[in-house]
């Protein structure tokens, strides 16, 4: 979880700096409101995560045309962690939609 770590050494000053230039102070304390711990940027990024799925699996069955494909397919990453990967292509509203997804097994 190291990259987390960048939003408060190095992303949160920056995005303060640029609000104190571009618009007033009073938005800087706003910043300071934000909750960067790693815990929260994880478990955020996992709720976001859940939605897009969500979301795809939604538009799927609503779909007029059923008409999709999905691969899955199984790797281990360099720390021998069991990943699924799962590659969907559908129709949504006349559109061809392509979406990707990873889960840790």
Do not use: W
């Not at 104190?20 to 815990?39: A, C, H, P, Q, W």
């Not at 199984?74 to 889960?103: M, P, Q, W």
């Amino acid at each position: 979880m190291k990259p987390h770590l960048i939003a408060d050494g190095l992303l949160c000053p920056t995005a303060k700096h640029i609000v104190l230039f571009m618009i007033r102070e009073e938005y800087v304390n706003k910043l300071n409101g934000m909750y960067t711990s790693v815990d929260t940027v994880h478990r955020r990024i996992a709720d976001i995560s859940a939605d897009i799925l969500d979301k795809m699996i939604q538009e799927i069955k609503s779909s007029i045309l059923l008409i999709f494909s999905i691969k899955l397919y199984e790797s281990t990453d360099v720390k021998n962690g069991s990943k699924l990967l799962a590659y969907a292509r559908y129709i949504h509203d006349s559109v061809l939609k392509t979406c990707f997804s990873s889960v840790n097994l």
